[in-house]
């Protein structure tokens, strides 16, 4: 290859584990001999972004001033691993004047092509009501927890994000991901990028969709010139 | 705490792995309940910077624009997971006005501090001619690989950014480390930080100290205020 890898930037920290498990599979991904073979990353990993699941907390201009700082920085694509956050994908994209890797339309797009006609989103309310747009516009039905199951789910979240990757939390994900199977969800989407870290593909009876791996391997292949780069959406 | 933690900028890629290492140590050191509790990290992992190991690549240069590139994104503190690259400390501090943090001047005080009279750094060239400053300012010898086991020392790097970090990659390192016990070593420095990838302390009969490891918990006590922020060196 002749052509010079594009140099990604990502909005990170939300959460920070997420973000270097992102991270981490970008590398494992790339075709490399030797560093100079890897893809240039400039990563704001800012955890201090407002919360994405308080409205109103300003998480969109945060993520907006960290865009326009990515580019001046010299990222010419950008990517960001988390899901809910994408609510701000069109102010991230005019603050910065560089296209953000879709990762809602990558999950959407996986979860249409396995066939199922219906499939279940562990997520927070957020990340449910994009890929609810995503999946209605692919005439795919979704399914979600009930209220109660929801709120647990959102704690086992939390329990992530505070360092709590044991055999609890990890059966707490194995049962939330049982109840959208036993609610009619024919596939699985992991709507939220600490799902993944408790959870893998041998943990649950329906078919596996992970955003954050999907959205790895479409920086990859970006970056490195194998797909064209996206356009402002 | 009250006061905001400080924003650390990271000059990384070289190697990728060796950055990522890192970031996951900054992260498992920080005392953390939620996202918000974590230190804001803006990361350039850049392994198309030069070969730090070429004579006239033009490391510094490309450093030094990374560095004032990351003050100018909110960067307030640097640090630099590569020992090799820490020559051109002085040039990435007057670039962008910020301190780095010396990976270097840790790796030599913990050296001195274990008693030890001889130490044995595995490092690249350029590694070891700092650490032999370092550590003869505090009175210590140096102890090298001959040249043959440094160029052998040299080709395990190499196949550890290559990604290969199996057994065998393992056992050579054990064996360059035995081979600096054997000329009089008293203590392991892992001067390089491809190094900690594929060694820990039970793989080596000497006490093994690492830079990378030192470098990550300095950077937490700096961001969160626990230790005062090193003054331009």
Known sequence: MTTKPLVLGVLGGMGPAATLAYLARVQALTPAERDQDHIRVIADINPQAPDRNVPGSGAGEVLAEMAGALA????????????????????????????????????????????????????????????????????????????????????????????????????????????????????????CTEVPLVMGPRDTRLELVDPGELLARKSVAVCLGWEAKPAIS
Chains 1, 2 share one sequence.
């Open 72 to 191: 001046g920085a010299g990222a010419q694509v950008l990517a960001m691993p988390c899901n809910t956050a994408h609510a701000h994908a069109g102010l991230i994209q005019r603050a910065s004047g560089l296209p953000l890797i879709d990762m809602i339309g990558l999950g959407a797009a996986a979860a249409a092509g396995t066939g199922a006609r219906r499939a279940g989103v562990l997520g927070t309310k957020g990340a449910i009501r994009l890929y609810r747009e995503y999946l209605a516009a692919r005439a795919m039905g979704l399914v979600v927890l009930p209220a109660e199951a929801q709120e647990a789910f959102m704690a086992t979240i939390y329990k992530i994000k505070a360092g709590d990757t044991g055999e609890e939390v990890r059966a707490e994900m194995r049962a939330h991901a049982e109840a959208l199977r036993a609610e009619g969800a024919e596939v699985l989407v992991a709507g």
